[in-house]
């Protein structure tokens, strides 16, 4: 069974941290380049993070450049979003996305996680 699943959201305070996982089932995480991506109210879904087939290369949106880190651990079939020092305008739900290209900025993302629910607030 094809699937993707996204874990780890919450409701956090700001400058705290979260750790989502995308979890892959029945394929395997590694042939494919990983995607990121959230969606606030009244915005497009914008590209966050992905990281390339093989994880050599990993990307980041200029406004979450350094503060989150994506990571693959291809024994679990899974992809990680750590997100520390996070922020009001941080909140989205987040979607994790596969793609067979090799470059994962300029991509066709053939299948979707259902999205988890991040939430920054005090």
């Known amino acids: 069974q094809l699937q993707l699943v996204e874990s780890g959201g919450g409701l956090v305070q700001p400058g705290g941290s979260l750790r989502l996982s995308c979890a892959a089932s029945?394929?395997?995480?590694?042939?494919?380049?990983i995607g990121w991506f959230r969606q606030a109210p009244g915005k497009e879904r914008e590209g966050v993070s992905c990281i390339s087939r093989g994880g050599g290369s990993t990307n980041y949106a200029a406004s979450v450049k350094g503060r989150f880190t994506i990571s693959r651990d291809n024994a679990k079939n899974t992809v990680y979003l750590q997100m520390n020092s996070l922020k009001p305008e941080d909140t989205a739900i987040y979607y994790c996305?596969?793609?067979?290209?090799?470059?994962?900025?300029?991509?066709?993302?053939?299948?979707w996680g259902r999205g988890t629910q991040v939430t920054v607030s005090s």
């Open positions: 029945g394929f395997t995480l590694d042939a494919y380049g």
């Open positions: 996305a596969r793609t067979v290209q090799r470059v994962c900025t300029i991509a066709r993302y053939d299948y």
